[in-house]
């Protein structure tokens, strides 16, 4: 293969804590040197990046591709294309499809549809329990051996607590990583809103953030029984803080992440109800939100995610509480999280630790650094170039973002994959 040099770039190593003027080499896939003095190879093939940004690349837990059933809301393709413009270089996608990723064989579907379609990495979560109903836990060594890389029932929280303690257990033993949805589901039911004097005025249903907390302390308990790998999906609530800093400091072997939307946006963007900002766990206060941000800046809060959820119009042109959750977000991923470096409460390089290398090391995966051996995954981008985002300019097949006509900041310029291009002109 031939040499690439990535030249005229500013750096953004998240492990040092840096950004730095230089040059990225790409040699067979991986990263061959980079800093401000980097031989360039007889023969290689040299890209100005113009002064932009080279982070590596995003490393994205929680995807939804509607394949297989509901092809129609999204694809691998579509979700790989709309990834690599959004500087996302691995997909981890969950199993809440129709039918569920529940066996090896439908996990060996995705893991081929994706190698012949998509343009980025794709990992894929299996189911925790048979078709996700919380009663029989799947068959987790023969899952992992055809390549799952963590198991989850998502939003479907497993209300057996007996299931669950089994489910740990055995994880445990074959070093599995499991994920929760830190949620009280009785509680939870049929909620569109965090209560409060917002959506009591609104006359939406609601739930209480004492759902989270509840929800994590049950799970809480039962990891610190089994002994279990865990990862919280997305913690949302100030009051659910406490409780996750006390059990990191008793040595629990877990991990927490948040959406990009719980970070970026409030109860109050709803309004009018407008349903692109139904989302699950319903938005939060503003309050909610700081506290959320300040946890991401301590590293209470590991891992940041787009939880990329495609709807359908139809789905979504009905009365708020009726409307399915979830918005898209491999595209608007990397602009949305710039807001929180352009209002000064992230530095650029504490953003790629929390999107890139957090993730990647959770996983045991080797993306996400920039480091000399490393795969060369890498995103190049400029943060303040300004837009308006159309969501009908959006290469997913649904255009459900609740940033749709905001005026954002920074935009992908080339996507890098195994040192291939996969977005960006040569």
Do not use: C
Request: glycine share 10%.
């Amino acid at each position: 293969m031939t040499a690439t040099l990535l030249h005229n770039a500013r750096l953004i190593d998240p492990e040092a804590g840096t950004v730095s003027v230089g040059s990225l080499l790409i040699e067979a896939g991986q990263i061959a040197a980079f800093g401000s003095a980097v031989n360039t190879p007889k023969g290689a093939m040299e890209v100005d990046l113009g002064g932009t940004h080279l982070a590596p690349g995003i490393v994205d837990i929680g995807v939804k591709v509607g394949e297989p059933g509901e092809r129609h809301k999204e694809s691998f393709r579509s979700a790989g294309l709309a990834a690599a413009a959004g500087g996302v270089t691995t997909m981890v996608t969950r199993p809440d499809t129709k039918p569920p990723i529940d066996t090896p064989e439908a996990l060996e579907f995705v893991a081929r549809r994706a190698r012949e379609v998509s343009p980025v990495r794709v990992l894929a979560m299996s189911a925790l329990t048979k078709v996700r109903e919380g009663r029989e836990m799947v068959e987790i060594g023969f899952l992992m051996d055809a390549g799952a890389v963590a198991f989850t029932d998502g939003t479907h929280v497993v209300t057996d607590t007996k299931v669950l303690s089994r489910a740990l257990t055995y994880a445990r033993s074959l070093g599995a990583l499991v994920i929760g949805h830190p949620q009280e589901p009785i509680l939870s039911k049929g909620a569109a809103a965090t209560s409060g004097k917002f959506s009591s005025l609104r006359g939406i249903p609601a739930v209480s953030s004492m759902a989270e907390r509840m929800g994590l302390d049950r799970d809480l308990a039962l990891i610190e029984m089994t002994g279990a790998r865990y990862h919280f999906d997305q913690i949302t609530t100030a009051r659910a803080l406490p409780a996750l800093e006390r059990a990191k400091k008793s040595g629990l072997d877990i991990t927490a992440g948040t959406s990009i939307h719980h970070v970026t946006l409030n109860e109050f963007d709803v309004a009018d109800y407008r349903t692109y900002f139904r989302l699950t766990p319903p938005l939060r206060s503003e309050d909610d939100r700081l506290a959320i941000v300040e946890a991401l800046r301590s590293g209470l809060i590991d891992i940041l995610s787009s939880m990329h959820t495609p709807q359908d119009e139809e789905s979504k042109r009905l009365p708020f509480e009726e409307a399915a959750p979830g918005a898209v977000g491999l595209e608007t991923f990397l602009p949305a999280m710039l807001r929180l470096y352009h209002s000064g409460d992230l530095s650029l390089p504490e953003l790629f630790k929390l999107a890139s290398l957090n993730p990647a090391k959770r996983l045991g995966l080797a993306q996400g650094r920039m480091a000399v051996g490393a795969p060369a995954d890498l995103v190049a981008f400029n943060p303040d170039t300004p837009f308006v985002l159309d969501r009908f300019a959006l290469r997913s097949k649904s255009g459900n973002t609740p940033f749709d006509g905001a005026r954002m900041q920074g935009i992908v310029h080339g996507t890098w994959v195994n040192g291939t291009r996969v977005f960006g002109e040569n």
